[in-house]
């Protein structure tokens, strides 16, 4: 960890240059558009290199601000791939190499958690993490009773470097306005700060996990590892093996790869009906397929907690689309917040925009691929203010399903999975399956 800038005086003035960064560019801007350059593409320049900017600063300050850099990537659609792909080249590396935490840093951390007497708890505890993570790290050890354990170890100070970064990044709001806006920054900032700080907290991540651990038991499809001590800054569960996700990508056959899609798909619309939270953070390193075919999941810290279960209006309008009423679409997105009142869209464009992402519940069944992929993403970076997805909004209730939704298309993309993926919708989504009107006030 010493490599990380942990005084916020330096971290402040790291994220502090943002801003500053922004009105000089703005400055060159103008002076460039005198020159004869089209104000579209002045605007575009500059908000790629201020992107460019916010990423670079983001990934060295590594850490808390990593963890930010992660749930801002809801904004990834703004901005175009040349700067999104390095970004994510980034935080991969960081990520993969996040130096561990010092044996006597564990051990003092383990004794403020748990007590001087820590090791009684455990027959063993291997020293070495077995996985690193942006606010913490992994370590493999045996409980008392003779059970294999993951014990997480939050750490020291992460919580408040990754707060403090959120304050300084609530000032980049009218930059964000700036690439989308149709888009209210300011609430969506704040439901992703809350949703952090719960993050940060391991005895919330417990209650999350238990109660999916409960749920699952015995489940032919899904195993959670249980819960077995926790407190804020310290996770002790049940240890889990089995072939990570990200290897099924890269040496899994076609078989294996359309099993984990599709049970990836069911556990992720399953999850809000049956224990009233969707797992938040779908990516490949939380997951491994089991020996015998069950899906493992890992990590609760982010759930987005849906006491009533998926809302029913997104399977309403998913079904509305199909059928190609796009006046009942709009009105409908405009009722949920996704159109802003001072917002006016075009419906064709609305629809082609749409249309590729609505595919996978219209069709039997459905090959998720790069190229596919690939070729959504080139409407989605058109940075011109007339790309009906820059005058979208993002209404806070939707924050978390935005990033699962994002996040789980991607790891489909990667698995290649063919599966009948639109049988889940249908069994899962509320309201994708009936005939009920979409209540439009």
Not at 116 to 123: K, S
Not at 144 to 157: L, N, T
Not at 188 to 216: G, K, T
Request: a negative charge; one cysteine or more; hydrophobic letters at 45%.
């Amino acid at each position: 960890m010493s490599d990380l800038p942990r005084r916020a005086v330096t971290r402040s003035a790291k994220l502090a240059t943002l801003p500053l960064s922004f009105a000089g560019r703005t400055a060159v801007g103008i002076g460039k558009r005198i020159g004869g350059k089209s104000a579209e593409l002045v605007a575009q320049e500059i908000q790629q290199r201020t992107a460019d900017q916010i990423f670079k600063v983001l990934g060295e300050l590594k850490g808390g601000a990593m963890k930010l850099g992660q749930a801002l990537s809801i904004f990834e659609a703004a901005l175009p791939p040349e700067i999104v792909g390095p970004y994510r080249a980034t935080l991969t590396k960081l990520q993969e190499a996040a130096p561990p935490l010092p044996v006597s840093t564990v051990h003092r951390v383990l004794a403020e958690e748990l007590g001087d007497d820590w090791r009684e708890n455990f027959l063993d505890f291997d020293d070495q993490p077995a996985a690193a993570a942006s606010i913490g790290q992994v370590h493999r050890a045996v409980w008392h009773d003779g059970r294999a354990v993951a014990v997480k170890i939050q750490y020291p100070g992460a919580g408040k470097a990754l707060l403090g970064d959120f304050k300084q990044l609530a000032r980049l709001g009218k930059l964000f306005g700036v690439m989308l806006p149709g888009l209210d920054i300011k609430a969506v900032l704040d439901e992703l700060q809350e949703r952090i700080a719960e993050e940060l907290d391991y005895l919330r991540e417990a209650e999350a996990q238990h109660a999916f651990a409960l749920e699952f038991k015995d489940d032919p499809d899904f195993f959670v590892p249980d819960v077995i001590a926790a407190n804020e800054h310290v996770l002790v569960t049940e240890w889990m093996d089995g072939t990570p996700l990200s290897k099924v990508i890269t040496g899994g056959t076609q078989e294996e790869r359309d099993q984990a899609g599709l049970r990836f798909v069911r556990f992720l619309f399953c999850s809000p009906a049956r224990v009233a939270m969707l797992h938040a953070d779908p990516h490949p390193g939380n997951f491994r397929l089991l020996p015998d075919g069950r899906l493992g999941i890992l990590d609760f810290g982010a759930v987005n907690r849906l006491p009533d279960g998926y809302p029913v209006v997104f399977g309403q309008l998913t079904r509305i689309f199909n059928q190609g009423d796009m006046d009942t679409v709009v009105a409908g997105l405009r009722a949920e917040g996704f159109i802003r009142p001072h917002i006016e869209v075009d419906a064709d464009a609305l629809r082609a925009f749409l249309a590729p992402y609505v595919e996978p519940t219209a069709v039997e069944e459905f090959t998720f691929s790069r190229e596919w992929l690939q070729a959504q993403a080139a409407t989605v970076t058109d940075l011109r203010p007339t790309n009906v997805v820059r005058q979208l909004n993002l209404p806070v209730s939707y924050v978390l399903i935005h990033r699962v939704h994002a996040a789980g298309v991607g790891v489909l993309c990667q698995l290649g999975a063919t599966a009948r993926f639109r049988d889940e919708v249908i069994r899962w989504v509320p309201g994708f399956a009936d005939d009920e009107a979409v209540p439009l006030a």
